[in-house]
T-cell receptor
Framework: DAGITQSPRHKVTETGTPVTLRCHQT?????MYWYRQDPGHGLRLIHY???????DKGEVSDGYSVSRSKTEDFLLTLESATSSQTSVYFC????????????FGSGTRLTVV | DAKTTQPTSMDCAEGRAANLPCNHS???????VYWYRQIHSQGPQYIIH???NNETNEMASLIITEDRKSSTLILPHATLRDTAVYYC?????????????FGKGTHLIIQP
């Protein structure tokens, strides 16, 4: 979607290596989110951010950390990747206090071998 | 957020109206009904939302029953590109600190 980009789009990495996924927005939205999507589980929230340096855990945060040093960038890090973290990762942004929807990125397909 | 119930899958002929139901019998007075869809391999896409009045935009119409316990998303002239998983979500406002909760949704298949 325009205004939000994820990088890389695809990545294959080995078990035990660190991996960082990047979400970049040009909308100046306050809230940013990381989701993962797996067959049979749908979309699940990993972490979210409600401002620069303000982050909190979601439903499936174990094994993941995040950082937001600038409004436009939200980084998701897998400190030591495991095969269970093979998934499609989506970033989303939203404005608070308004009743319209989130905008999602195109996703990053991560494979841990 | 209130729980929603949707059929697992539905078929619709191309060019016909696709009517996707959603039950949300425990909805609170300040909760909105949101609809998103996810086309294969893409990120979810916002479609429409409403509180209690019917809503229409360039993509779809949303009909909410008077008691607000159920709603229907209507795609007036379905095309093959409307084949996707459609999610009905109920929450207080569109943006917020804790994200959206996605259920399993309805897999809508548009038949040629």
């Amino acid at each position: 979607d325009a205004g939000i980009t994820q990088s890389p789009r695809h990545k294959v990495t080995e078990t035990g290596t660190p991996v960082t996924l990047r979400c970049h927005q040009t909308e100046n939205h306050r809230y940013m989110y990381w989701y993962r999507q797996d067959p049979g589980h749908g979309l699940r929230l990993i972490h979210y951010s409600y401002g620069v340096k303000d982050t909190d855990k979601g439903e499936v945060s174990d094994g993941y950390s995040v950082s937001r040093s600038k409004t436009e960038d939200f980084l998701l890090t897998l400190e030591s990747a495991t095969s269970s973290q093979t998934s499609v990762y989506f970033c989303a942004i939203s404005e608070s206090r308004q009743s319209y929807g989130y905008t999602f990125g195109s996703g990053t397909r991560l494979t841990v071998v | 957020d209130a729980k929603t119930t949707q059929p697992t899958s539905m078929d619709c002929a191309e060019g016909r109206a696709a009517n996707l139901p959603c039950n949300h019998s425990t909805i609170s007075g300040n909760e909105y009904v949101y609809w998103y869809r996810q086309i294969h391999s893409q990120g979810p896409q916002y479609i429409i939302h409403g509180l209690k009045n019917n809503e229409t935009n360039e993509m779809a119409s949303l009909i909410i029953t008077e008691d607000r316990k159920s709603s229907t998303l209507i795609l007036p002239h379905a095309t093959l590109r409307d084949t996707a998983v459609y999610y009905c979500i109920v929450r207080v406002s569109g943006g917020g600190a804790d994200g959206l909760t996605f259920g399993k949704g309805t897999h809508l298949i548009i038949q040629p």
